[in-house]
Every structure is written in C-alpha cells, then in structure tokens.
C-alpha cells in the first residue's frame, strides 16, 4: 500500500529536550515536505525537499532543521523545542507536485 | 505571496441535503492548481477534487463539484446528498509555479452533518 508513514502519532515533551519525528514513504517520490497545522491557520510549509541531499525552507522554518540522506526518509528535528511548537505535524510526499500523499499526523506538546 | 481564504468557520447540512463550501484565493499567477482536503477526526489529510487553472470545466468526483471561477478567483466545494461520514474539517489549498511545490492552505471549514 501507498503511504508516507510518521512516527510518533503523539509526543509530549520538556521545553529544550532535542527531537526527532521520523517520516518514510515507499513511493518513490522525489518530493517531500513538513506542514504544521495550527487552529484557524491551516497547514503551512516549514521544510521541503526536492531530492536527497537537497532541502530548503518553507514559510515557518524557524526552530526546525530536516535531512535527507535517503530517498524514503524525511526526518524532522527539533533541536531546542518550545511550547510555540506545539502543534499538528504533517509529513507529505508527492510526485512533481501534482498529487501529494500526507502521512497521519504528529500530535506534539510542549510543556 | 498568494493567500487562501475560507470564510465560513463553520458550516452545517441536514443529512441528504446540499451544502457549499467557499473557498477565494489571491494571486497573480495564471498556470496553477486548487485542491479541496479533507480531516476527518482521525486527523488523515484526504484529496477530495483537484483543480487545474488551465481547465475551464468544473472537476467532479461522485457527490464533490467545484464551482471554479478563475477571473473571480474562487473555488467553492459542493457536497450533494451529504451523508454523516461527510462531517469533517474541509481545506481548501492552492499550488502554484514554487519551487517548494509548496501548497497554501485556507483556514478550514468544520462541516457538522446532522441526522
């Protein structure tokens, strides 16, 4: 089955406490994204990336960093996190921008 | 930069009835693509109808149409015969010529469906 697969579904965490959301898809898609969702704001773009090993910032990059060293693989870090990042996060893949396949969401908490 | 408005927070159908979801946007580009997502309760982002610029004939796709007006700049959501699984957060979203493929999301509607 088609799918872009995140992990964990919920986090909660310590203000300053490093991590990581891990983020796979088995499309082949050279095209992969981050989204928050925030209430009344939607979904904004924090990082994409069009191939491996080539990433650039979307509209909210503050306070995020992304690799890509594979293909599959998307991960996003959070390497000093505060409680404004708490929020929904959405990793997606798509084929040219043309079709996009959203994974099922990370719940995240600050405290 | 381009923008995607929903206007309406919230909406609600009488089950089997018809309801309109709208949906403006900004931008100066001429070559782009809509989309109407859904998030049920479970949080998944699901494709709904998808919209070339180029095309001037309304997407469908079973009980979902758009009505879309390029000069208007407007791309409403029509749900015909709504049913309680229709009852959900819709988003509606804009792609243009970036080099991020980025999407930008409206604000979203909640569709309540009653009974």
């Known amino acids: 089955e088609a799918q872009v697969t995140q992990n964990p579904r919920y986090l909660i965490t310590v203000t300053g406490k490093k991590l990581t959301v891990t983020c796979s898809q088995n499309m082949n898609h050279e095209y992969m994204s981050w989204y928050r969702q925030d209430p009344g704001l939607g979904l904004r773009q924090i990082y994409y990336?069009?191939?491996?090993?080539?990433?650039d910032k979307g509209d909210v990059p503050e306070g995020y960093k992304v690799s890509r060293k594979e293909k599959r693989n998307f991960p996003l870090i959070l390497e000093s996190p505060s409680p404004n990042q708490t929020s929904l996060y959405f990793c997606a893949s798509s084929f040219r921008g043309y079709g996009y396949t959203f994974g099922s969401g990370t719940r995240l908490t600050v405290v | 930069a381009q923008t995607v408005t929903q206007s309406q927070p919230e909406m609600s159908v009488q089950e089997a009835e018809t309801v309109t979801l709208s949906c403006t946007y900004d931008?100066?580009?001429?070559?782009?693509?809509l989309f109407w997502y859904k998030q049920p309760p479970s949080r998944q982002m699901i494709l709904v109808i998808r919209q070339e610029a180029y095309k001037q004939q309304n997407a469908t796709e079973n009980r979902f149409s758009v009505n879309f007006q390029k000069a208007a700049k407007s791309f409403s959501l029509k749900i015909s015969d709504s049913q309680l699984g229709d009852a959900a957060m819709y988003f509606c979203a804009y792609r243009g010529n970036n080099a991020g493929n980025m999407l930008t999301f409206g604000g979203g509607t909640r569709l309540m469906v009653k009974p």
């Open positions: 990336s069009m191939n491996v090993e080539v990433t």
């Open positions: 931008t100066s580009e001429s070559d782009y693509y």
